[in-house]
Nanobody, 124 residues
Framework: QVQLVESGGGLVQAGGSLRLSCAAS????????GAWFRQAPGKEREFVAA????????YYADSAKGRFSISRDNAKNTVYLQMNSLKPEDTAVYYC?????????????????WGQGTQVTVSS
């Protein structure tokens, strides 16, 4: 069993930055992916970024490329999402997921474990 706890959300002006953290407890297998998804009001949850826990390979949604960066600290069992040049359309609840998603890293159903979410609000 894996527990995930997100932190780092908040209110920021457009153009600003935030860093989200996702602390994992429990057994993290080397084959796991860690990922960030987000869900805005009235919309489906969408993929933002993923990282392969062992190798550190990273994957991004088009909306995140060039602005967001996902990383992990294996010693702390923590995945981070550095978000720069934030836009009002980035406003959403951001969720951290973990699991053996493999090539389906962009699908939320591929993840077995989820955090409670952290709100990110970007004002214009």
């Amino acid at each position: 069993q894996v527990q995930l706890v997100e932190s780092g959300g908040g209110l920021v002006q457009a153009g600003g930055s935030l860093r989200l953290s996702c602390a994992a407890s429990g057994r993290i297998f080397s084959t796991y992916f860690g990922a960030w998804f987000r869900q805005a009001p009235g919309k489906e949850r969408e993929f933002v970024a993923a990282i392969r826990w062992s190798y550190g390979s990273t994957y991004y949604a088009d909306s995140a490329k060039g602005r967001f960066s996902i990383s992990r600290d294996n010693a702390k069992n923590t995945v981070y999402l550095q978000m720069n040049s934030l836009k009002p359309e980035d406003t959403a609840v951001y969720y951290c997921g973990a699991g053996m998603s493999g090539s389906y890293y962009y699908r939320d159903r591929a993840y077995d474990y989820w955090g409670q979410g952290t709100q990110v609000t970007v004002s214009s």
